[in-house]
């Protein structure tokens, strides 16, 4: 009875197993049209996942929205999956997002592994610091200052490139960044103006940025290696929006 | 993968020696606070057992990363400054004390009753009783259990790389991200946690021959210690002799 039962156990596993690989595949290729974008959840004004309605919103979101509904006739046929900047290009590379919008900068070092679509947004690089701090610019900061910045990003780099004695500390994600400055681990956090713009609207207040812009990151679209018709399509789906005021709109949504 | 580590060599080795500190640092402290802890949970004032098990029952029970995050963040905004590397290390040390606790009093728990009688009858005061009986056979039972958390400790020192205090995680997680490499990154980062762990599992596993009460395996072959060279000879000695021999005892 015993070897039985067990049996039994063993086919309907099996039976299982072979329904779901069965209807994945066709899922698979029913679904041709879904494009799978890494966006951020938790970057205010470009990517956030607002618990309300269940739903992730910003800039980035918007855009890829708009690039879809360009390529494929329907905004719904874009899928998003959460994304961090330490995990897209992981994911990107394994195959689990078909592109990326994710406040990445366009560099010659990310060139060599990945392919970026046109600029679609101009950013700058600066600092936040607390009301009553004294610091105004980069040249304020002391050897002891501490800075804080995000793993995964360009922003150490670009500030060890203009003030190599910088003292840089790194945390997982820009949330954690603030926290971190809240708490006077560091003297001031280094990030986009518009990403420090967008933590600044959620705050009651106490923080400023200072300083002008002391780089420029030009946003790009990342895409695998190989997928050089995928990225021709974005490109011109990208200056569609622009033509057709699409980009208007979402700009004067989103960026203040 | 060699070229990531030449070419971030400095990194790597800063790294190293963090967590090569951090992990001392808490072993040292979380094996006295243990050990007195584990003593507590076992002493006759009640006042004194509850205390102890409040502390090892939360601190087995909530995350690493909690316990971290709340020195890194908390502590700074409505108390005093910390750094980075000292919340990690705090962290570490009331998680890890709370395991190690627990793992002494199991070894505590296995002497028998008869051997603290006997300290007392003896007229021995119970610290002393503690120190100089129980202790040191408790430590010998539990050799193989506290080599685990030693082990373990070790790997919860990455830790350290979720508050940014430049260990061999921290610096691990900055690599990957910058060069794009993320299997070479971190297969060269849990390589250089094996060189961490793995000799101090030998260590234990020597130790645990030397010292361990019950079955060793004979097979882990290193330097014979010396009583078991002269039990080796005697018995060769005994076969020898003719009374021996007579009487079938070999």
Redesign the interface.
């Known amino acids: 009875m015993k070897k039985v039962f067990s049996l039994a156990v063993l086919f309907l596993l099996s039976l299982l197993i072979a329904v779901s690989i069965i209807f994945s595949r066709a899922n698979i290729e029913a679904e041709e049209q879904i494009i799978f974008w890494g966006v951020p959840i938790d970057t205010n004004l470009f990517g956030y996942y607002n618990i309300a309605n269940g739903e992730i919103e910003g800039f980035d979101v918007d855009i890829a929205k708009a690039i879809t509904h360009e390529l494929t006739g329907d905004e719904a046929n874009a899928k998003f999956v959460e994304v961090n900047?330490?995990s897209r290009?992981?994911m990107l590379?394994n195959g689990n997002i078909d592109a990326i919008i994710a406040t990445m900068s366009i560099t010659e070092?990310?060139k060599k592994?990945v392919h970026f679509s046109d600029v679609y947004f101009n950013a700058g690089q600066t600092l936040l610091v607390p009301e009553d701090s004294t610091i105004t610019s980069l040249d304020d900061l002391g050897p002891n200052d501490v800075v804080l910045a995000v793993?995964?990003t360009i922003l150490?780099?670009s500030l060890r490139k203009i003030k190599p004695d910088a003292n840089i500390?790194?945390?997982?994600n820009y949330a954690e960044a603030f926290?971190?400055l809240?708490?006077?681990?560091g003297v001031a956090m280094t990030a986009e103006d518009v990403i420090l713009m967008g933590i600044l609207a959620q705050q009651p207040g106490g923080y400023k940025l200072v300083g002008e812009n002391f780089t420029e990151e030009p946003y790009g679209i990342a895409v695998n290696h190989g997928q050089e018709e995928f990225l021709e399509a974005i490109n011109q789906a990208l200056i569609r929006i622009h033509e057709n005021g699409t980009y208007e709109q979402i700009y004067a949504k989103w960026i203040p | 993968m060699n070229q990531l580590m030449i070419k971030f060599m400095a990194d790597l080795q800063a790294g190293l020696v963090v967590t090569l500190g951090a992990s001392i640092i808490t072993l040292i402290f979380s094996l006295l606070f243990g050990t007195l802890l584990a003593i507590g949970q076992l002493s006759k004032y009640s006042w004194l057992r509850k205390l102890a098990t409040i502390y090892v029952e939360f601190f087995k029970n909530i995350p690493l990363l909690v316990v971290a995050m709340f020195f890194f963040i908390v502590v700074p905004l409505y108390f005093i400054p910390i750094n980075g590397f000292t919340a990690g290390v705090l962290g570490l040390i009331l998680y890890t004390t709370a395991f190690i606790a627990e793992t002494i009093r199991t070894g505590l728990l296995s002497i028998p009753k008869g051997q603290k009688e006997a300290g007392q009858s003896t007229g021995l005061r119970e610290s002393e009783i503690m120190r100089e009986i129980i202790l040191p056979q408790a430590f010998r039972v539990v050799l193989p259990a506290l080599g685990n958390q030693f082990v373990d400790l070790i790997k919860n020192s990455s830790i350290l790389a979720v508050v940014a205090a430049g260990d061999l995680m921290y610096h691990g997680d900055l690599i990957a991200s910058n060069t794009f490499q993320t299997l070479d990154t971190y297969l060269l980062i849990g390589l250089m946690y094996l060189s961490l762990t793995l000799p101090l599992s030998y260590l234990m596993r020597y130790l645990e021959m030397r010292l361990a009460w019950g079955y060793q395996p004979k097979r882990f072959s290193l330097k014979l210690s010396q009583l078991e060279w002269r039990k080796k000879s005697s018995r060769k000695e005994l076969i020898n002799n003719e009374t021996v021999r007579s009487l079938h005892l070999d």
């Open positions: 900047s330490k290009v992981p590379k070092e990310r592994v793993k995964g150490a780099d500390i790194e945390l997982e926290t971190a809240e708490s006077n681990q």
